[in-house]
């Protein structure tokens, strides 16, 4: 028995870089959920006997809509549903369900890195039959139905179902599988990863620590890293999932995962500290005393993959979004293999990986993934940095050293100005663009301009054009500052600032970041302005 449901279009449900993300009290409103839900079955492409996966962060609200999303893909003709048990996968485990089990896509229920809890944020991302997220094309398509949308269907059974027991059961013609949202993905690291020679150093004396910041990480990192590598119990921290994160921001980077950081600039650090976000595809990277960027990270993983089995075979080529720093390219140029450049967003890398055309993928927000999954995968990171570890025998330092020895160093740093009047955002976008066809060849400083663009994407594999994807200033030597509006917010609008100076072999490889970017700050704030538009004088996070 089917309900069919009489509605009128919300505006505003725009799939943004990663899903629609909202705060809790708007997806509350009755019909909300529903109608961008039914919006997406009615575009979504599916054949007879489709299967869909549904699983989430375990954020506030997760089980009331993922409750909802199965009545509504039985009356909308799946023939199966995947669902994690507690309503619980993590997004690169959602992408490896839905390829494993050939399902014709998934609904993830995340807010990634943003916080939990009733007044906090929420989200629905939908990703297509590669596991990965929808491409422009899909969430577009998406967006106009829900523009028109005048009726959502759900069934009237199924209100029962118990998302916390394992196991089978039906809902009208449809099965509903909850499935134990951990296993698949273990089993998965440990096909592409030595976990032999990792448990072997674990013996010998490696030490890590792991926040997984009570979000949806703790149950994979405790199965992988304690369970199957026998790193010590406690090894894994805030390990229990919970609907606020514990009241914090699960994003982790150097203002949230703060007491990770001052444990590892401590004595006593162990070798590795690492942390993952709310639904567990980001990453952080610490080693003893010293912090490596996500852009470090992409190049020194992409130089030293071939110490895991799934990468001995070598690398197919290397993609990076366009304001990450330009380190994974010379690791790229030196292995002989294409260095991509897309736009922000996880699925710019998915017709790149799934045309073979690249191996690792990784983006200055704390990404990075493989053609594993079509997801950034945090726990990935970790294991593949373990492998290295393992494999070398080398402390992280010495392995980011020797890589700045060989390839030179790309001196990064991003900040963020958060929660910004839009005017006042659209304000700095505006002015800076106005300039761009001038500067070339303007000196700023002791720096002297040799590109400005607004850089715009054609995906290489299926022509897909992407415009205004951020603002690109570059200066002679291989320096630049970049500026674009984040797509992930859900209050105001966030600018980024992305500051970078390429120091070669010869130059300064040991200097502080900030220090050494003090000339592009200083021509960042000339040209683009910020603080004079919006009255910010410093930035919300620095990262
Ligand atoms: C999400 C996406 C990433 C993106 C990041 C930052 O995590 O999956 O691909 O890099 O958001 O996006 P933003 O638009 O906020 O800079
Ligand atoms: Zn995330």
Redesign the pocket.
Known sequence: MITTVAATPFSGQKPG??GLRKKVRVFQQPGYAETFIQSVFDVAERGEGAALVIGGDGRFHNRAVIATAIRMAAANGYARVLVGQGGILSTPAASHVIRKYRASGGLILSA?HNPGGPDEDFGIKYNIANGGPAPEAVTEAIYARTQAIDRWMIAEDGADIDLDRIGTSLIGDMIVDVIDPVADYADLMEQLFDFAAIREAVRGGLTMAFDAMHAVTGPYATEILERRLGFPTGTVHNGTPLEDFGGHHPDPNLVHARVLYDLMMSPDAPALGAASDGDGDRNLIIGKGIFITPSDSLAMLAANAHHAPAYAGGLKGIAR?MPTSAAADRVAEALGIPAWETP???KFFGTLLDAGKATICG?E?A?TGSDHVREKDGLWAVLLWLNILAATGKPVRQIAEEHWARFGRNYYARFDYENVDSAAAEAVVAALTAQLADLPGTAVGPLTVSMADSFAYTDPVDGAVSADQGLRIGFAGGSRFVVRL????TQGA?I?LYLERYEPLDGILDGDTLTMLTDIIDAAEKLARIAALTGRTAPDVVT
């Open positions: 870089t990663s990634s979004s922000t967003g996880w983006e927000s990404g984040s797509g992930t917010g966030t980024r």
